[in-house]
């Protein structure tokens, strides 16, 4: 019976994790469309591309036995994960652009060190345990890169630049996966997702308390010292709200362009 309530939440979690993989659709398109990655933060994306590729090589049966399912979803996010980062690195400003790469470059290199290491150098239990701390530290990276965001929020009051629908996956999914180790007695598994189901709740409050706010029109105009907060959370968090200029937009534009997007969320 536990054998089947494990496999119950690993399909739960394969198919959840599918929807946090392609939450970020919206904010991409957004990104296409405008033709620049605005503020967007491109963090997030290799963190995840990495905790992907670990837990992927995590999950195959010479490194850890009877966790295939861990390896299948981890592997489409893996190639969806490249996707959203190679569109970013189209869009983005050259500055950012090149701390992008260099995030891509490190990520290579920690996968290739790993996998590496795991071949040549451990067998048997020690490669589990090995690949195993390298997928729970970076799992635990990905869940902790929105942090930084929701810094924010709480700062300018606005979850413009926190989709609902990655803070629900996020929830979701680490409850689910969170399940999944339990049952199988797998600490690798159901530490960094605990971790991500209470980071995804967090997120989650956070949006209830400020999802009226979801433009820059919500910071009041022509307060200096809030504009100047603003710039200092930009700064400080890597991820802001829109520039200076695009708040002297029509109200009624900015309202408009606000609904959309909240629809298509």
């Excluded at 890169?145 to 979701?172: D, G, H, N």
């Excluded at 956070?206 to 710039?231: F, H, M, S």
Aim: proline share 4%; aromatic share 12%; net charge positive.
């Amino acid at each position: 019976m536990e054998h089947i309530a494990r496999f119950f939440f690993g399909v739960s979690g394969n198919v959840i994790a599918l929807f946090l993989f392609l939450s970020p659709v919206v904010t991409f398109w957004r990104i296409i469309k405008r033709k620049s990655t605005e503020d967007f933060s491109g963090v997030p994306y290799n963190m995840t591309l990495l905790n992907c590729l670990l837990s992927a090589w995590y999950g195959l049966p010479f490194v850890s036995p009877n966790n295939i399912l861990v390896t299948t979803i981890n592997g489409a996010g893996s190639a969806i994960e490249v996707i959203y980062v190679v569109i970013f690195l189209i869009f983005a400003e050259r500055k950012s652009r090149l701390r992008m790469l260099g995030l891509l470059g490190a990520v290579t290199a920690i996968f290739a060190t790993v996998v590496l290491v795991s071949l040549l150098a451990l067998h048997g239990n020690a490669r589990k345990v090995f690949c195993g701390l390298a997928a729970t530290v970076f799992s635990i990276c990905m869940y902790a890169s929105p942090l930084s965001i929701m810094r924010l929020v709480i700062k300018t009051k606005s979850v413009e630049f926190m989709p609902f629908l990655l803070s629900l996956s996020v929830f979701l999914c680490g409850t689910s996966w969170f399940i999944y180790g339990l049952l199988g007695n797998d600490p690798f598994i159901y530490i960094p997702n605990g971790c991500g189901s209470f980071l995804g709740l967090v997120q989650l409050i956070l949006y209830a308390i400020y999802r009226k706010n979801k433009g820059p029109a919500a910071a009041p105009a022509g307060k200096g010292d809030t504009v100047d907060e603003v710039e200092d959370a930009k700064k400080a968090a890597a991820a802001v709200e829109m520039a200076e200029a695009k708040i002297k937009i029509a109200d009624t534009v900015a309202t408009d362009e606000s609904a959309a997007v909240a629809a298509q969320v």
